[in-house]
């Protein structure tokens, strides 16, 4: 079993020998197949057969290698889901597949909100797939996002409140503030989440009383901004290769609306 990269569990193993993946020999192999050892054993994996229905939604590639690839999430989309319109099904059409053994269907492996644009990370095999969710967990990928908030607001600081009942942890940094006649005032600020609670940037800001603008669900009732969608972008990813050791820093520069309110360049 330790042979192929693509087979590293029983359930995946007892999957290619059910759609007659593996040979011995040249001969298709079943569960009962007996090895003396000295056999030649190959795994051969059909192209995938493309559903009749496909979506057209073409996005924008910041990187990309046989293991994984880094893409912009436009707002206005869910990342996977039950529904036809998402990222995870916009994928196929927008990656090359890889070369590798254990290529896999693209697959998201975090999410981003459904207002929220910005950088996200897919992987394309299934030992990728597995590594960079572990690299999650770890917490060993830095992300950053930037944001426009409403109201005056320190230099910087670290949100500590609760989610749900779980201890969660935002930082965040002051980069420009402008004058608003309707908001008061209005900043930019990076955000950096140190764990990865729902909404929880949006629900840590909105705390502070710093409400991102154009956040519906938790902003201040008469400062809401309606039609301009949320003013929340995941701006960078910062970790290791898993494959390669290679030190992966990647940005997604800041949407146009963002750039028409301030005069901050990174």
Known sequence: MGIFQAAITKSALKKVLKKQYITVNGVVASSATFINGGECISLSIDEEVS???KLIFPLKVLFEDDYLAVIHKPAGIL????RFKTIANALAQNLKRSKLPDAAIPKPVHRLDFATTGILLVGKTSGSIRALNKLFENRAVKKTYCAVTIGETKEQGEINSEIDGKQSQSKYTLCESVLSERFG??????LEPQTGRRHQLRK??????N???GDKDYGIENLILNGKGLYLHAYSLKFIHPFTDEEICLKDELPQR???LFHYRD
């Not at 990342?79 to 039950?82: D, K, L, R």
């Not at 840590?204 to 009383?209: D, N, P, Q, R």
């Open 51 to 53: 559903p009749k229905k």
């Open 79 to 82: 990342v996977s889901g039950n």
């Open 185 to 190: 005032k209005l900043n930019l600020v990076k």
């Open 204 to 209: 840590h800001l909105a705390a502070i009383g």
């Open 211 to 213: 409400p991102i603008l």
């Open 258 to 260: 963002f750039r028409k």
